[in-house]
Each structure stands twice: as structure tokens, then as C-alpha cells.
T-cell receptor
Framework: EAGVAQSPRYKIIEKRQSVAFWCNPI?????LYWYQQILGQGPKLLIQ????????DSQLPKDRFSAERLKGVDSTLKIQPAKLEDSAVYLC?????????????FGPGTRLTVL | GDSVTQMEGPVTLSEEAFLTINCTYT??????LFWYVQYPGEGLQLLLK?????DKGSNKGFEATYRKETTSFHLEKGSVQVSDSAVYFC?????????FGAGTTVTVRA
């Protein structure tokens, strides 16, 4: 079974530029998550989708971050414009159904460096 | 709010040594508790979980017991191997949300 795919794996941009990350969850998984992991910290949930609807985006900085999950499969996370403090690893995860007790399967992440 | 505090690293051990990583949590109600592991170059993966008080989760020789009285979920392994070198994250789940600790880096020397 294929795992969660993410691209690109690495991205370097300058501040005020925009960037987009892509995630393809495990086939059949209805719930998709985006996390931000700053160096030395644990992952922090940015947004959770159930199919193509948003369940929780309370931690998403909506003035610069946006995410969508068209057709309830792939998802993109965008930052525009980027700030230095956005340097982090962005993790995508998926689970069969919603609910934290259900195992989340993580992708390898995209490491973003903002100069 | 709900949070997890875990032992700071890094931790360096010799092969066959005993490993323990402390984890305590703050939450109202009855969260589920997890340990995730991240091997070098790989994504996070679930190591073990416990969903109610006194439950013991176990996998790959690792164990952790959900202790409600001490709000703890310490991870233990009796004899570590070089292949156990990784970053370990304690996490809790409540209200459909997963909250992670900061992670503990473990290095096992041959």
C-alpha cells in the first residue's frame, strides 16, 4: 500500500515570496491533516479536512496561509507571502476516518527554508 | 489547554541499555495517549497507543502504561538496539485533535 506522498521534499525561498506544497493521501482515507513542525518542536496542527470540507483550521494563520482539498483527495497548502518564521517542516497526514484515536499516517514532509 | 511535556534530549545510550523517556500530560477528561517515532529520513509513524487508564501499549519491545493518577505515559524498552536511534514523540488525542510533545532524540551506540 502506497503511503502519503508529499512534494517537493525541500524548498528554499526568500521572504515575501509565495510557495505551495502538495499532498496525496493514502487511497480511501477521508481525513487529511497539515502540520507545521518548527525545529526542536513537535508538529502543530494547521488544518484538518474531512473529505473536501474543513473540520478545524483554528491554528492556520489565515492572513498568509491557505489550503484546499478539491475533490476530497489531493491537497495543497500555500503560503503567501512567506515570512522568516515560516521556516519549518510541513507534514501531511491522513487517516481512514476522523478522530484522534484513529491512526494518522504521515508523509515524509517538505522542509521549507525562508531566507 | 491540552498539552504534553516530554523529557528533553538528546539521549545517548549503548546497545542493550535500558531506555526510558518520560512523558506527562495536561488535559481535561480522558484523552488517548500515543508514542510516535521518526527514524532518520522517514516520516512519523505510530509506535504504540493506549486509550484508557491502566492500558498498556506495546510494540517492537517498547511499552508504555497510561497512568491517570500521575498523568504520565512513560516509554520504556529493556534492551535498545542501534536501529532504535530516532526521535520519539509523545502525543495526546482529545476532541479529534492530536497534540504532540517536543520530541526526544535518542542515539544508540554500538
Amino acid at each position: 500500500e502506497a503511503g502519503v506522498a508529499q512534494s517537493p521534499r525541500y524548498k528554499i525561498i526568500e521572504k515575501r515570496q509565495s510557495v505551495a506544497f502538495w499532498c496525496n493521501p493514502i487511497s480511501g482515507h477521508a481525513t487529511l491533516y497539515w502540520y507545521q513542525q518548527i525545529l526542536g518542536q513537535g508538529p502543530k496542527l494547521l488544518i484538518q479536512f474531512q473529505n473536501n470540507g474543513v473540520v478545524d483550521d483554528s491554528q492556520l494563520p489565515k492572513d498568509r496561509f491557505s489550503a484546499e482539498r478539491l475533490k476530497g483527495v489531493d491537497s495543497t497548502l500555500k503560503i503567501q507571502p512567506a515570512k522568516l518564521e515560516d521556516s519549518a517542516v510541513y507534514l501531511c497526514a491522513s487517516s481512514l476516518v476522523a478522530g484522534g484515536d484513529n491512526e494518522q499516517f504521515f508523509g515524509p514532509g517538505t522542509r521549507l527554508t525562508v531566507l | 489547554g491540552d498539552s504534553v511535556t516530554q523529557m528533553e534530549g538528546p539521549v545517548t545510550l549503548s546497545e542493550e541499555a535500558f531506555l526510558t523517556i518520560n512523558c506527562t500530560y495536561t488535559a481535561t477528561g480522558y484523552p488517548s495517549l500515543f508514542w510516535y517515532v521518526q527514524y532518520p529520513g522517514e516520516g512519523l509513524q505510530l509506535l504504540l497507543k493506549a486509550t484508557k487508564a491502566d492500558d498498556k501499549g506495546s510494540n517492537k519491545g517498547f511499552e508504555a502504561t497510561y497512568r491517570k493518577e500521575t498523568t504520565s505515559f512513560h516509554l520504556e524498552k529493556g534492551s535498545v538496539q542501534v536501529s532504535d536511534s530516532a526521535v520519539y514523540f509523545c502525543a495526546l488525542s482529545k476532541d479529534y485533535k492530536l497534540s504532540f510533545g517536543a520530541g526526544t532524540t535518542v542515539t544508540v551506540r554500538a
